[in-house]
Structures are given as structure tokens and as C-alpha cells.
């Protein structure tokens, strides 16, 4: 797969196992999850991708401050383990979550990521409208986010961000229900904004669609989206 990849001029990427929860304080949990990351990292390796996304977790009827600090001693040891194994090279991205009881709001994840310079977030736009409830949608939320983004990490992580983008309805109490297809209009985000301010911007991250079952289709809706907007820019 590497080689297919490198050959056709294409990075990869690598998803660590969905049910990883750096939330969970019990010790036994986190020899599992650091052997689930570590494998990821392994993996990664053998294919020559450079990145790993990370669930952060759920709350477990704990507060969201408490959660994050446990998540945030968690990765550090997560990453000293993979620093051993002598994947220091591997970026770890903690990834924003869709669901209303899941750690992995904007901030909650930057603030991950300012544990070392190694780390990128994986901003979610889907899971971000989901959780929010269709609040974080449109050109003015999406400048903010990107601000806050840059704010808190400098504009060199910023511009070089990891991502994931599709439509995802939600639940009002829940947040994320399911991914969609950017034929169906009823939920968003909109890819239109976030690829005209990454234009403005002159921005540069990895963006993954993760549309259902349309991600080919899609993918090019967003590049034609961008590269029109690079075009209307360089006019």
C-alpha cells in the first residue's frame, strides 16, 4: 500500500482504533489503549504515513475538566512510549468528537495538542456542527474556528492542520447520528466556506472526506471548490 501510495504521489494517513478512550483513568485501560496507538504507529510506519488520528474519549459521568486532565496525562504517556519505540516521527492527532458526552470539543482537543509541537488536531468539521447542533456552520463560525486554531497552536501548525470533513445529522440531545452525503441537503456543514477561507488563508492541511459511500465524489467537490477560490484569489 505505501509503495502503491508513493508511487501515485498520495500521503497517507492512519485511524487508530475507534474505541480507544484517553479518558479513562484505570490503569489497565491505558496499557490497551497505549498498545492499540503504539500498533497504529507501527503500521503506519510499514506504509510510510506520518500521521495518526486519535479518539479522545468519553466522559464517564466525570466533568469535562476532569476527563481532559486525564486525557492530557494519558497522551503524554502515550507519546513517551511511542517516543521509546522510536516513533517520535509518527504525528498523533487527537480528533474533535461528534457526540455531546464525548471529550473533543475545538478547544478541548487544541489544548491536547499544546502538550507537545509534535501534535496536530484532527478537526472534524461534521463532528463539530453535530455537537454543536448546526451552530458551527457557515463562513463567520468557520473563521472563528480557524482563528482559535491559530491562536492557540501558532500559524505554522495552524496552516498544516489534520482534518476530517462530511455531513453528519445529529440528535438535539446526543449530537452526531450518522454521516451523509453532500447531495443531502437537510444537515451540514457546507464544504463551501472552509475551502474558501483555506484559500484566503494560503492554508495547507490534510483533509479526509468521509462522506458516506460518495468520499471519491465528494473529495473532488471540495479540490474543484478550492481550486476555484485559489483561482479568484490569484485574479
Not at 500521521?51 to 486525564?70: N, Q
Not at 487527537?94 to 482537543?109: A, F, H, R, S, Y
Not at 484559500?199 to 492541511?205: L, Q, T, Y
Amino acid at each position: 500500500m505505501g509503495e502503491a501510495a508513493k508511487a501515485s504521489g498520495i500521503a497517507l494517513s492512519l485511524h487508530a482504533p475507534y474505541f480507544i478512550n484517553l479518558a479513562n483513568p484505570d490503569p489497565e485501560s491505558l496499557k490497551k489503549n497505549t498498545g492499540y496507538i503504539l500498533a497504529s504507529c507501527q503500521a503506519a510506519d510499514w506504509m510510510g504515513a506520518t500521521r495518526v488520528t486519535v479518539h479522545t474519549g468519553a466522559l464517564m459521568k466525570r466533568t469535562r475538566r476532569e476527563a481532559l486532565d486525564i486525557a492530557l496525562k494519558s497522551l503524554r504517556e502515550v507519546m513517551a512510549v511511542c517516543d521509546g519505540e522510536g516513533y517520535g516521527h509518527i504525528t498523533l492527532c487527537p480528533e474533535t468528537m461528534g457526540k455531546i458526552n464525548q471529550l473533543g470539543d475545538l478547544d478541548e482537543v487544541l489544548e491536547l495538542c499544546q502538550l507537545d509541537e509534535r501534535l496536530l488536531p484532527c478537526i472534524d468539521f461534521g463532528h463539530l456542527y453535530a455537537r454543536s447542533l448546526g451552530e458551527l456552520e457557515g463562513l463567520e463560525a468557520t473563521v472563528k474556528m480557524l482563528d482559535r486554531v491559530e491562536e492557540l497552536l501558532g500559524p505554522d501548525r495552524a496552516s498544516r492542520f489534520h482534518s476530517h470533513f462530511s455531513k453528519i445529522a445529529f440528535t438535539p440531545n446526543g449530537g452526531e447520528k450518522i454521516h451523509l452525503t453532500f447531495d443531502q441537503e437537510d444537515f451540514g456543514p457546507d464544504p463551501a466556506p472552509l475551502m474558501a477561507e483555506l484559500a484566503r488563508r494560503d492554508w495547507s492541511p490534510t483533509i479526509i472526506c468521509e462522506s458516506a459511500g460518495t468520499q471519491d465524489v465528494d473529495a473532488l467537490t471540495m479540490k474543484g471548490l478550492y481550486l476555484d477560490c485559489i483561482g479568484k484569489k490569484a485574479l
